[in-house]
């Protein structure tokens, strides 16, 4: 009931920026939390940032002072501001969502992910 499709991926060098974007579409009462997930080859997926439909975030260590989530309700659409990007941000970003949608069973709160968009930091 829920899609999300995430955009601002790219190569950039060491140093340098990008914004990612997370735009929700389909049919749901509300989204709740969203947050942004990150996977590098060979490795597990991993938090990058949080942020509650209140606006209260949440980090994970490695992002700290260098890295911005927001989200602008009325557009439904959720950013992630990367700055001071380094190598080892180089991985598949994927767009999380809470949402509570209506199903068979009833109201129910689930979980959706985007496909994810590719972020490559190298010089």
């Known amino acids: 009931q829920v899609q999300l499709v995430e955009s601002g991926g790219g190569l950039v060098q060491p140093g340098g920026s990008l914004r990612l974007s997370c735009v929700a579409s389909?049919?749901?009462?509300?989204?709740?939390?969203m947050g942004w997930y990150r996977q590098a080859p060979g490795k597990e997926r991993d938090l990058v940032a949080t942020i509650t439909s209140g606006g209260s975030t949440n980090y994970a260590d490695s992002v700290k002072g260098r890295f911005t989530i927001s989200r602008d309700n009325a557009k439904k659409t959720l950013y992630l501001q990367m700055n001071s990007l380094k190598p080892e941000d180089t991985a598949l970003y994927y767009c999380?969502?809470?949402?509570?949608?209506?199903?068979?069973?009833?109201?129910?709160?689930?979980?959706?992910w985007g496909k994810g968009t590719l972020v490559t930091v190298s010089s």
């Open positions: 389909g049919s749901f009462f509300s989204i709740n939390a």
């Open positions: 999380n969502a809470d949402a509570t949608v209506v199903t068979g069973a009833g109201v129910r709160a689930i979980d959706y």
